[in-house]
């Protein structure tokens, strides 16, 4: 069975992040690394939201 709401979370915050994360590349007094810890904070938030469920495989 699909989490689809964990899917719904990820794909409204990557339509939030990616046209940030292409107006911070941009920049040219920005932190080069910002939009990479931003993606890394959605793929640990995921992490921890899927670490807990369990998964029913009858």
Request: charged residues 15%.
């Amino acid at each position: 069975m699909f989490n689809y709401r964990l899917v719904a979370v990820l794909i409204f915050l990557s339509s939030v992040v990616v046209p940030l994360a292409s107006r911070w590349a941009v920049e040219p007094e920005g932190s080069w690394f910002r939009p990479f810890v931003v993606w890394a904070l959605i793929v640990f938030a995921a992490y921890i939201l899927q670490r807990h469920r369990k998964f029913n495989e009858s």
